[in-house]
């Protein structure tokens, strides 16, 4: 009889590992992150405040096709009426026409070191920046967070 019970012993304690084995792999999968896509994107802004010009400089990442981006555009904190599409050629609320890969009339590529601005309309669009104002500007790809720059007006 202690022959019988000692598989039993072993089976049960074979199928205790498997399940804790099984428990300590699922976890560390199910804790696992990518890494923050946003991390191998970096944009630099500078904002005049006289002209109310945005003018963003791909630092670091890329090249991004702007067809497939989003920007989000905010005066401390608060975001502006009409959000910039990219690329465009003229659209309400911004004066004139985006410069670089945010003008519709250029390659929609922008590669690193690159820059490309637009005008916030001071008569149909705000708030607008004043010197010393935050400005913060998010890219999103495919409605994807890739990158969040804050500065300030000058």
Request: aromatic residues 4%; contains cysteine; negative net charge.
């Given at each position: ?52 010009e ?13 067809r497939d981006?989003?920007?989000?555009i ?5 975001p ?11 659209q309400?609320?911004?004066?004139g ?16 070191g ?33 990158a ?7």
């Amino acid at each position: 009889m202690d022959r019988a019970i000692s598989p039993a012993i072993g089976v049960a304690l074979l199928i205790a590992c498997v399940v804790v084995l099984g428990a300590v792999v699922g976890t560390m999968a199910l804790a696992y992150e990518p890494p923050d896509p946003a991390s191998t994107v970096l944009i630099d802004a500078t904002v005049d405040a006289e002209t109310n010009e945005i003018t963003l400089t791909l630092d670091r990442g890329g090249p991004l096709d702007v067809r497939d981006l989003t920007v989000v555009i905010q005066i401390d904190g608060r975001p502006l009426e009409k959000q910039p599409s990219v690329p465009a050629h003229s659209q309400t609320g911004f004066l004139g026409f985006p410069t670089g890969p945010f003008n519709a009339e250029t390659d929609p590529r922008w590669t690193r070191g690159q820059s490309a601005s637009l005008t916030v309309a001071k008569t149909t669009n705000g708030p607008l920046p004043e010197h010393g104002s935050t400005v913060r500007v998010r890219l999103f790809e495919d409605g994807l967070p890739i990158a969040t720059v804050e500065t300030i007006a000058r």
